[in-house]
C-alpha cells in the first residue's frame, strides 16, 4: 500500500510539473470554468493482487462524494416511513449482509424472495441483484428506494427529505458542484461509497500475495477447488475435484466470474432467476455467481437462502444437483457427482474459512457515521 | 482458402493439467502492480521535464498525412451455409441434435498479407457471440491486402502475463471469465451446449457438452485468402465480413468429433482439445 501511495504521489508530482509552470504567460491560459469537476480527486488503494479498478467517468471518486455516500447509505430518509436505509438489509454487524436472514423485510412488513447479497468488491461487478438486471452500481442503488417490498419510497419524495436536511445541500455542492439535490446523484454518491468497499486482506489474499500461508488442510482445499470436478470413468476430464474454479476464479481476487449460471437448486424453477427478466427459455433458473469472500460470515446460502451451513452447500455441489432444461455443464449431475470424501469436504470449507476478511468488516470507513 | 497452422504441441503446459503452484510461485502481485505505474510515469515524467526550455518559438509539427485506415473484421456464425441462431436446434454431422448456448473465443496476433509481406495490426480482440460481441477493429496501413493470418487463441506472450494487468475494458479483462485459474492461463475458445443422440426426438436436447479449450498447445494459427485483395483507404472503415461455419466446429477432414463419447474439456483432455481447436480454426473463412 505505502509503494502504491508513493507512486500516486510521484504521479502528482509529475502531473504538476507536466501541467504546470512551463507557460510563460499565465494570461494566456484558458480559464478554468466549468472543466474542473467538483470535489477533491481520492486514489483508493486497491489490493496488489487485484486488477485496476473500473471506475465510471462521470462518476471519478472524491473525498466529498464517499462521505456523502456514506452517510446517504446510512441514511433512513430514503425509506417510505424512515424506518430503513441501505444498512438494514447490509449490516456491517452482519458482513454488509442481512444479519442472517433468509429473506428480508421491507417497511410495510412485506418479506422478499432472495437473501440479501454481500456488499463486497461492487465496482469489479458487471451486473448486480441476483437475476443481474441492471448493468452499472448506480443503477441498482436507484431500484430497492423504490422497490414496494423493500423500502417503499417514491424518489421525489427521497429527494425532497434530503433537500430539506440542513447539511446534505452543502455536502451535495461540495461532491458535484451543485446544492440541488436528485436521485441520480444519490446513486452516484452511494456507489462511490460502494466502490471504496474493497476486501482483500484475507489469509487468502495474504497468501495470493506471498504475505502468508495456508494451513495444508487449506492448501488442499484450494487444490481441490481447483481441479476438475467428478469421476473420469463417468465424465470426460474428471478429477474427483472440487470444480469450484469454473465460476469462483480465484485470479484477481474476484472469486465470482460474475456471470448467471443455473447451480442445480431446482428440476422446477419456483423463481425464474434471469430468465424473469429476459423471458428467454435458456435463462430460467439462472443467478449471478455471488463472490465467496466473507462467506463464512454471510449465511444463509443460496439466492434463496435455502441453507444455512457450508456443509450444506458443499453437499449440495457434492450431490451433482438438480436436471432441469437449464442446468450448467459444470454441475455433475448424470455423472455421480462429485464423490467428495468427508476428509476433502473439510478441506474444502477449511479453505472457504480461509476468505474471511475482519479488516474489511471492521473497517471503520465502512461504518454508521450518524447524522450528517 | 484456408491454410492451418497448428502452433508448435511443445508448449510450455505438460499435458492434462498443471500441478498448483506453491505460495512462492505465485505471481508476485507487488511486483506486477508496478507494471502499469511504471508506464503511466514513462508518459508523465517526459511532459515534467520536457518542453521548459528558454523562450523560443516552436515550430508547430506539422501533422503526418493520415496513412492508416480502419478494417472492421465482422464474424457471422453460419450453420451449413444458412442462418445460426444461439440456441436454436440443429442437426450436426453425427446426425445428433444440438443447441449451441456459448461460443466465446479470441483471436489474436491478427496479421493483414500481401505477397511475403504481413503487418500485425491487432494484438487480441475478444468474441462473445451469445451476446452480439462479433467485430473487430484493427488500424491497417491504406493499401490492399490479399490475406489475414489470424491466431485461434491468445499469443502466448499475453496468456503468460499476469491477468490483473489488463484493465477493465480490455479483451483480456478478467470480467471477460475467459481465464483459467487452475493453469493461470486464459481459455481460448468456449463452445457450450446441449445435444440429443435421438435425431429423431422432439425434445430439447438434454446433454450438456462443454468444451473449453486453452494451454499454449491449442493456439492455432490460419490463413484467410482475400482473393484479389482487401482495399484499406486512409481514414475510411472498410468491412470484411469473416463467416464461422460453426457446423464445422464437429468435424474436419475426416475426422468427427462425436458428442457420444466427446463432450467436455476443460484442459483436462487435451486430445478433445487440440480437435476442437483444429476444426474451429477450419471454420472461419471469406467469400
Known amino acids: 500500500m505505502k509503494q502504491r501511495n508513493a507512486v500516486t504521489l510521484m504521479l502528482a508530482l509529475g502531473t504538476v510539473l507536466g501541467l504546470a509552470g512551463c507557460h510563460n504567460d499565465p494570461d494566456e491560459m484558458p480559464a478554468p470554468v466549468d ?30 462524494g464517499v462521505e456523502l455516500g456514506r452517510f446517504l447509505f446510512y441514511d433512513e430518509r430514503l425509506s417510505g416511513n424512515n424506518t430503513m436505509s441501505c444498512a438494514s438489509c447490509h449490516s456491517p454487524e452482519a458482513a454488509f449482509t442481512d444479519d442472517g436472514n433468509q429473506f428480508s423485510t421491507g417497511i410495510d412488513g412485506i418479506v422478499g424472495t432472495r437473501n440479501s447479497m454481500a456488499l463486497i468488491n461492487l465496482a ?40 430539506a436536511h440542513a447539511a446534505y445541500p452543502p455536502m451535495f455542492e461540495s461532491a458535484f458542484g451543485t446544492s440541488t439535490v436528485d436521485s441520480v446523484l444519490v446513486a452516484k454518491a452511494i456507489a462511490q461509497f460502494l466502490r471504496t468497499m474493497i476486501s482483500g486482506n484475507s489469509r487468502f489474499d495474504k497468501f495470493q500475495r506471498g504475505e502468508g500461508l495456508l494451513t495444508v488442510d ?20 474428471g478429477q474427483f475435484g472440487a470444480d469450484c474454479f469454473h465460476c469462483h476464479p480465484t485470479a484477481g481476487g474476484r472469486l465470482t466470474d460474475g456471470q448467471l449460471h443455473n447451480n442445480g437448486l431446482d428440476a422446477e424453477f419456483t423463481d425464474l432467476g434471469a430468465g424473469g427478466v429476459t423471458g428467454l427459455a435458456e435463462d430460467m433458473g439462472r443467478f449471478k455467481t455471488p463472490t465467496l469472500r466473507n462467506i463464512a460470515l454471510t449465511a444463509p446460502y443460496m439466492h434463496d ?32 457427482g462429485l464423490e467428495l470424501t468427508p476428509e476433502k469436504k473439510q478441506q474444502l470449507i477449511a479453505f472457504l474459512n480461509t476468505l474471511t476478511d475482519m479488516d474489511f468488516v471492521n473497517n471503520p470507513a465502512f461504518q454508521d457515521p450518524g447524522e450528517p | 482458402m484456408i491454410k492451418l497452422r497448428p502452433n508448435d504441441p511443445g508448449g510450455l503446459y505438460p499435458p492434462y493439467f498443471c500441478v498448483l503452484k506453491s505460495p512462492n510461485s505465485f505471481r508476485s502481485g ?39 485506415g480502419t478494417l472492421r473484421i465482422k464474424v457471422v456464425p453460419e450453420w451449413e451455409g444458412g442462418a445460426f441462431a444461439m440456441n436454436s436446434v440443429y442437426t ?22 500481401n505477397g511475403s509481406s504481413e503487418t500485425m495490426v491487432k494484438d ?22 490479399t490475406g489475414l493470418r489470424i491466431g485461434l487463441g491468445v499469443p502466448q ?18 470480467a471477460n471469465a475467459m481465464y483459467w485459474t487452475w493453469s493461470q492461463a486464459y481459455r481460448f475458445l468456449i463452445f457450450d451446449g446441449r445435444y440429443d443422440l435421438d435425431a429423431g426426438g422432439t425434445d430439447p436436447p438434454a446433454e450438456p457438452f462443454s468444451m473449453h479449450t486453452g494451454l499454449n498447445e491449442c493456439y492455432m494459427e490460419f490463413d484467410l485468402d482475400l482473393g484479389t485483395g482487401v482495399t484499406i483507404t486512409a481514414g475510411n472503415t472498410t468491412t470484411l465480413t469473416v463467416h464461422l461455419a460453426v457446423d464445422h466446429f464437429f468435424y474436419s477432414g475426416t475426422e468427427t468429433l462425436d458428442l457420444a463419447t466427446e463432450n467436455q474439456t476443460h484442459g483436462t483432455n487435451l486430445p478433445l482439445a487440440l480437435e476442437l481447436s483444429n476444426n474451429a480454426a477450419q471454420s472461419f473463412s471469406v467469400e
Open chain 1, 35 to 64: 472543466t474542473v469537476p467538483a470535489g477533491t480527486p481520492l486514489t483508493v488503494d486497491i489490493p496488489a493482487n487485484f486488477p485496476q479498478m473500473p471506475i465510471p467517468e462521470d462518476n471519478p471518486f472524491t473525498e466529498e
Open chain 1, 124 to 163: 469489479w461487478d458487471t451486473r448486480y441483484f441476483w437475476d443481474g438486471r441492471v448493468l452499472t452500481l448506480e443503477d441498482q442503488i436507484l431500484r430497492p428506494v423504490m422497490d414496494p417490498i423493500e423500502m417503499h419510497e417514491t424518489w421525489p419524495n427521497a429527494v425532497a427529505e434530503i433537500q
Open chain 1, 218 to 237: 487449506e492448501q488442499l482445499g484450494l487444490q481441490l477447488w481447483q481441479l476438475e470436478g467428478g469421476d473420469p470413468a463417468l465424465g470426460l476430464g
Open chain 1, 305 to 336: 437462502g435455502r441453507f444455512q451451513t457450508l456443509e450444506e452447500v458443499v453437499e449440495h455441489y457434492n450431490s451433482g444437483g438438480q436436471q432441469s432444461p437449464t442446468v450448467d455443464p459444470f454441475m455433475k449431475f448424470g455423472q455421480g
Open chain 2, 30 to 68: 507487488l511486483a506486477m502492480m508496478h507494471t502499469p505505474f511504471r508506464t503511466l510515469l514513462a508518459l508523465l515524467l517526459p511532459l515534467a521535464f520536457a518542453g521548459c526550455g528558454p523562450d523560443e518559438e516552436v515550430e508547430p509539427t506539422p501533422m503526418p498525412p493520415t496513412t492508416t
Open chain 2, 92 to 113: 450436426n454431422v453425427s446426425d445428433y441434435r444440438v443447441k449451441v448456448e456459448a461460443i466465446k473465443f479470441y483471436l489474436g496476433d491478427v496479421r493483414v498479407l
Open chain 2, 124 to 145: 487480441i480482440a475478444f468474441f462473445n457471440l451469445g451476446e452480439g460481441r462479433d467485430t473487430l477493429l484493427a488500424t491497417v496501413p491504406a493499401g490492399t491486402w
Open chain 2, 157 to 174: 506472450e499475453l496468456n503468460d502475463a499476469d491477468p490483473i494487468v489488463y484493465p477493465s475494458g480490455h479483451p483480456l479483462d478478467l
